[in-house]
C-alpha cells in the first residue's frame, strides 16, 4: 500500500497536469471504498458538513441572485475556484463524484464548472475558495438580513468550519494508524 505524503495542504497546485490530479483523486477515493471502516468517522463528519452547507444554501442562494444577476465583474474563474486538499477530502468522503476537468485548465479562463445556466454542480460540493468568498456587494447584502436570521447563518457557518477541522483531524488520524498498520 502506497503512503500518502502526497495530501498536502493548501490549493491543489495540477490543475496544469490533469492526469496526474485524477490519479491523486483516485489514491485517496480507494481509502474510503476500501477501507470504509477506518475512515468512518470522517465519513460521518463529511455528512454533518454537508447538513450545515444545505441548511445556510437557501440563505446565500437567495441574497447571490440579487446581486450577481447585475454584476458587471462575474468572480466564476477558474483562478478562484481552485479546490484545495481539504476539500478533495470532504467531497471523497462524502462518497461523491470528484469533478475532475477534462483538460488542463488556465487561471484566467471562466470557471470549467460554470453554464449558461449557472454553477453546474451543488453548492455543497464546490470549491471552498468559491464557495465562501463573499465579495463586499453580496456580503452588505446578506448583513441587511434580519438579525437572527444572519445570527442563524453565521452559528451554522461557523459550526460547519469546526466540523471541517474535526474531520481533517479524524482523517489524517486515520491514516496515520492505518499507515502504522501496513
Ligand atoms: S459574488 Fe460578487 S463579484 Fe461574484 S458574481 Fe456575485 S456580485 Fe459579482
Ligand atoms: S464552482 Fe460554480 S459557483 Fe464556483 S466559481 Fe465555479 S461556476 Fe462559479
Known amino acids: 500500500m502506497e503512503r500518502f505524503s502526497l495530501i498536502n495542504k493548501g490549493e491543489i497546485l495540477l490543475w496544469g497536469n490533469i492526469l496526474e490530479f485524477k490519479r491523486l ?21 463529511a455528512q454533518q458538513i454537508k447538513e450545515c452547507i ?19 465583474n462575474i468572480c466564476c474563474l477558474n483562478k478562484n475556484s481552485r479546490y484545495e486538499y481539504d476539500d478533495l477530502i470532504y467531497i471523497l468522503a462524502l462518497r461523491e463524484k470528484f469533478p ?9 479562463e471562466p470557471c470549467y464548472l460554470l453554464t449558461e445556466k449557472g454553477c453546474k454542480i451543488p453548492r455543497y460540493i464546490r470549491p471552498s475558495r468559491c464557495n465562501w468568498y463573499f465579495c463586499k456587494d453580496l ?3 446578506m448583513e ?12 451554522t457557518f461557523n459550526l460547519m468550519l469546526q466540523l471541517k477541522q474535526q474531520m481533517l483531524n479524524s482523517f489524517f488520524q486515520s491514516l496515520s494508524n492505518f499507515q502504522g498498520n501496513i
Open 25 to 45: 483523486v483516485e489514491r485517496i477515493d480507494a481509502l474510503f471504498k476500501n477501507f470504509p471502516e477506518t475512515f468512518k468517522e470522517s465519513m460521518n463528519i
Open 54 to 72: 444545505l441548511k445556510i444554501d437557501p440563505f446565500i442562494d437567495f441574497y447571490s441572485k440579487k446581486v450577481c444577476s447585475s454584476c458587471t
Open 100 to 108: 475532475i476537468p477534462e483538460r488542463n485548465l488556465d487561471v484566467k
Open 139 to 141: 456580503l452588505s447584502e
Open 144 to 155: 441587511s438580513a434580519p438579525a437572527k436570521v444572519f445570527r442563524e447563518f453565521s452559528n
